[in-house]
């Protein structure tokens, strides 16, 4: 589904992505770890081109994206993205912050936008709060909404950065819970995140990315209990 060659960034003269050669298949959870500044975000972030590789190649569904005659816009319909901080429109409603990019772009009616968002708010119990604003939510509500809006699009695969992080304890639960149900049902997930338990239970594959590179990547089982890297074993040893 994604498939990156030799993926580089650098901002200035920092190199944060130093080559990345990576195929992510449809249907697979990747979980992505590593210290902070290690460059994750930026990885995802260059899979929906929000940043520009400064070199390589980014293919999505088979298609080579990082390339002026492709209309990133389509793209990113089929990518849903999900931010730590929750980046919902303030100013608009819930159903409205679920609707406006399906009716905006046109892939909806408004009715056809309204009704999706009022099945995906029933899915996760708020249903009630299609008309409250963002400001109205807890912080866990407002990540599940983020998370639905995303889903409104029907993305093919949806890339979450650091999702519960700045979540209250208590709301971790609920979020991570919606993230496991949607890799249940066979969603192509790339999540960058320091939950353990939830890598260890939903991952078909973890990465941990040190200084801009892929150093290590596994089953959780042989990531978490067989680590090679010196660098991998010593971070799992902060974390775990
Ligand atoms: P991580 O998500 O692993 O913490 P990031 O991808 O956010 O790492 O950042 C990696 C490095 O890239 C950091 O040194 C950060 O300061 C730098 N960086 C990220 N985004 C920008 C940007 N827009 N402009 C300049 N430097 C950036
Ligand atoms: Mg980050």
């Not at 920092?14 to 460059?39: F, R």
């Not at 070199?55 to 990518?79: A, L, P």
């Not at 699009?153 to 991570?176: H, R, Y």
């Not at 997930?189 to 040190?210: C, G, I, P, S």
Request: glycine share 6%; with cysteine.
């Amino acid at each position: 589904m994604i498939v990156t060659k030799n993926l580089k960034k650098v901002f200035g003269n920092n190199w944060v992505l130093n080559g990345i050669d990576e195929t992510i298949n449809k249907g697979e959870k990747v979980v992505v770890i590593g210290p902070s500044g290690s460059g994750k975000s930026t990885f995802l972030r260059c899979l929906n081109l929000l940043e520009e590789p400064t070199e390589g190649e980014i293919w999505f569904e088979g298609k080579k994206i990082n390339d002026k005659n492709v209309d990133i816009n389509k793209i990113r319909q089929k990518m849903g993205m999900v931010f730590q901080q929750f980046n919902l429109f303030p100013h608009l409603t819930v159903l409205e912050n679920i609707t406006l990019a399906p009716t905006k772009l046109g892939i909806m009616t408004k009715d056809q936008a309204d009704d999706k968002a009022i099945e995906l708010l029933n899915r996760i119990g708020l249903k009630e709060k299609a008309l409250s604003y963002p400001n109205q939510l807890s912080g866990g509500q407002k990540q599940r909404i983020a998370i639905i809006r995303a889903l409104a699009m029907n993305p093919d695969v949806m890339l979450f950065d650091e999702p519960t992080s700045a979540l209250d304890p208590e709301m971790v639960g609920e979020v991570l819970e919606l993230m496991e149900a949607l890799a249940q049902e066979g969603m192509t997930m790339v999540v960058v995140t320091h939950e353990m338990r939830f890598a260890k239970r939903v991952a078909t594959r973890v990465m941990f990315m040190d200084e801009g590179k892929i150093v290590e990547q596994n089953t959780p089982e042989a990531f978490f209990d067989n680590p090679q890297h010196p660098r991998l074993k010593e971070f799992l040893s902060k974390i775990l």
